[in-house]
């Protein structure tokens, strides 16, 4: 069986840095190099036994002599120490992705106001955030063959994950986002324009953009309108998201009131940038509206790419390295009690 069929039907070691194995020759050179005079000045047939010419003709010590295998240890231990550093890591088999052609950003909004608990989940009530990271984590599992990236912004935009098909890290890092993270104001033009940037270079396929706030464009120096007419001229479709109740109860010491909790939502913005790139605005007043997102999504066509296959990796460093320690302490007992 040759080394492709190998590889299909199962894992393969893996060196990341094979050029680390030069090093296994230092301790060669260092003796050749740095030869002590004692040693230059014998003779070959003073020598009892061959175990000095190992290491390239280290002179024995009485603890060598003793323990022979000290030496064998030793260089066991150098050896894996070497093929530790050369990064072993395990190939798994192939596996075939479905790409779907879609290069998807989401884009949430962590202002101050996310904190506003309007929502309803199971009967409690929820913050903003917590809303869109239960829907967004059921969106994100659907998202089989698409290609996910992740922006967070508040006073500024941050890409908080690169595109990947990596379903569940862009779901972890959503779950692990925090209100006030990138500050208390709302920088949905800088959003839009960083979305831009980092599906620039992905030339190929239907890029889309998800952009999910609860309020107008209050920071950043970048106009969401300016914003969204390049995302235009880059093929880039925005979907829109506004969140937010339209009416709650709030208690205070004259009664409850009822007020609207989304009164700083710039509904005529977030439309504009939307008809813009041909896509669509969405209002998310309840869990259930929020979840219309999904159709949308489901009704993109994707466009064909090249099949691709993904190597699930696991580094091996470790057992080398663990067990070069244990051989080393053996040799350091021993020569600590000759």
């Not at 109860?249 to 939307?274: H, I, M």
Request: glycine fraction near 10%; proline fraction near 5%.
């Amino acid at each position: 069986m040759d080394q492709a069929s190998a590889d299909a039907e199962g894992g393969v070691i893996h060196f990341e840095w094979p050029w680390v194995f030069a090093a296994a020759l230092l301790p060669l050179l260092w003796r050749y190099l740095f030869r002590p005079a004692a040693a230059a000045e014998g003779a070959a047939l003073r020598v009892p036994t061959v175990m000095p010419f190992m290491l390239g003709g280290m002179a024995s010590t009485g603890t060598d002599r003793k323990h022979p295998w000290s030496i064998g240890f030793a260089l066991a231990a150098w050896l894996l120490l070497v093929s530790a550093a050369a990064r072993p890591v395990w190939l798994g088999a192939p596996i075939d992705l479905p790409v779907s052609g879609r290069d998807l950003m989401l884009a949430v909004d962590l202002s101050g106001s996310m904190q506003t608990p309007d929502f309803v989940i199971e009967n409690q009530q929820v913050d903003r955030l917590s809303a869109v990271k239960k829907i967004a984590g059921d969106f994100i599992e659907r998202r089989v063959g698409d290609r996910l990236g992740l922006i967070l912004f508040g006073l500024h935009a941050y890409v908080q994950a690169p595109l990947t098909f990596d379903r569940k890290t862009i779901d972890t890092l959503l779950q692990e986002s925090a209100i006030g993270l990138a500050g208390q104001q709302t920088a949905i033009g800088e959003a839009i324009g960083l979305a831009v940037k980092e599906l620039k270079r992905h030339p190929d396929g239907n890029k889309v953009l998800i952009l999910l706030t609860d309020g107008a464009n209050d920071a950043g120096e970048v106009d969401p309108l300016a914003a969204a007419q390049l995302a235009a001229k880059e093929g880039l479709t925005i979907y829109t998201i506004g969140i937010g109740a339209d009416s709650m109860l709030v208690r205070s010491l004259f009664g409850a009131q009822r007020v609207n909790p989304s009164q700083g939502l710039d509904e005529d913005t977030l439309k504009t940038v939307a008809e813009a790139t041909g896509g669509q605005y969405f209002r998310a007043r309840d869990v259930g509206e929020l979840n219309k997102i999904y159709g949308v999504i489901d009704r993109l066509q994707p466009v064909d790419r090249e099949h691709q296959t993904f190597r699930p990796e696991r580094a091996l460093f470790f057992w080398p390295l663990g067990i070069a320690m244990i051989l080393a302490a053996a040799v350091l007992w021993v020569r600590s009690r000759a």
